[in-house]
């Protein structure tokens, strides 16, 4: 696992992976790893008791370190605003964000764009989580099949970006692109 600490500039990291997977906790161990406060951009929100239980737990888990922005359609901006060298940040996560902008009737390309756009300029570590949904069966409606293919895009487009990138299966993580990888051929 690469660690923040030693890198000559700012290190973004891609944690993808399925429900459950590992990969929230994974992502907080990369930011612990750095000596300074801890930012957490929450993207989701608590519409229901399940929901409201998921984000309680999250923060649970996160110690005093931890400050928490949340961010459920402004990321780009709260990206901008939240990063610096002294400090990590963890934006979890990316498709609750896509669900978000869907349902608000925001454009996931151009809000992404603006999202890579942030990423490119970020001043200190950050760490963005996201959920693979791309690897199961074709979604039987038109909105699931946005969100799915959104999802795929929005994942390229960052991927392309961050310095590494890692997959979590069953809390192992794999990694996909490593900081030291630079020869990976974008479409």
Not at 116 to 132: D, F, K, Q
Request: one cysteine or more.
């Amino acid at each position: 696992m690469q660690d923040f600490s030693g890198t000559s500039r700012p290190l973004a990291t891609l944690v993808l992976g399925g429900a459950r997977s590992g990969k929230s906790r994974l992502a907080e161990r990369l930011c612990e790893s750095q000596s300074g406060p801890c930012i957490y951009l929450a993207t989701g929100a608590a519409h229901d008791e399940e929901m409201a239980a998921r984000i309680a737990q999250h923060r649970a888990r996160r110690g005093p370190r931890w400050h928490t922005v949340e961010a459920p359609l402004e990321l780009a901006v709260a990206l901008t605003a939240e990063t610096a060298p002294d400090r990590a940040v963890l934006v979890d996560c990316l498709t609750l964000w896509l669900s978000n902008l869907l349902f608000a009737e925001r454009d996931p390309a151009a809000e992404g764009r603006a999202l890579c756009t942030a990423l490119s300029a970020v001043e200190g570590p950050v760490v963005l989580v996201s959920n693979e949904v791309g690897l199961g069966i074709v979604p039987d409606n038109a909105l699931a099949r946005r969100f799915r293919d959104a999802a795929g895009h929005l994942h390229q487009e960052v991927a392309a970006i961050c310095d590494q990138v890692l997959f979590t299966v069953a809390g192992l993580p794999l990694t996909l692109k490593s900081f030291a990888d630079h020869s990976l051929i974008k479409d």
